[in-house]
Nanobody
Framework: QVQLVESGGGLVQAGGSLRLSCAAS????????MGWYRQAPGKQRELVAT???????NYADSVKGRYTVSRDNAKNTVYLEMNSLKPEDTAVYYC??????????????WGQGTQVTVSS
């Protein structure tokens, strides 16, 4: 059983910053890429940022230059530093992790989500 627990969400004014954290625990054999997704009301879940075990990152164009994703492999934790927040960043942010096992199978796991609300 794998758990991803997000924290750090909250209410912030436009232009402010938040840092999200997501810690993976449980039956992890190999933690591969991790990432953040978000879903605003009435919209599809979208990719925000991903990071490989080696530290390679990808960002959605809408957050590039404002968000920074990082990870601590020793702690199985991924972070998302969110700066210059805009009301359009308001969404539930979900942590995602790709975990592989000795069988060769890989699975995607999701956190419960943490609410980020940016007021204008």
């Amino acid at each position: 059983q794998v758990q991803l627990v997000e924290s750090g969400g909250g209410l912030v004014q436009a232009g402010g910053s938040l840092r999200l954290s997501c810690a993976a625990s449980g039956s992890i054999f190999r933690l591969n890429a991790m990432g953040w997704y978000r879903q605003a009301p009435g919209k599809q879940r979208e990719l925000v940022a991903t990071i490989t075990t080696g530290g390679s990152t990808n960002y959605a164009d809408s957050v590039k230059g404002r968000y920074t994703v990082s990870r601590d492999n020793a702690k199985n934790t991924v972070y998302l530093e969110m700066n210059s927040l805009k009301p359009e960043d308001t969404a539930v942010y979900y942590c995602n992790a790709r975990i592989s096992y000795p069988s060769g199978r890989g699975y995607d796991y999701w956190g419960q989500g943490t609410q980020v609300t940016v007021s204008s």
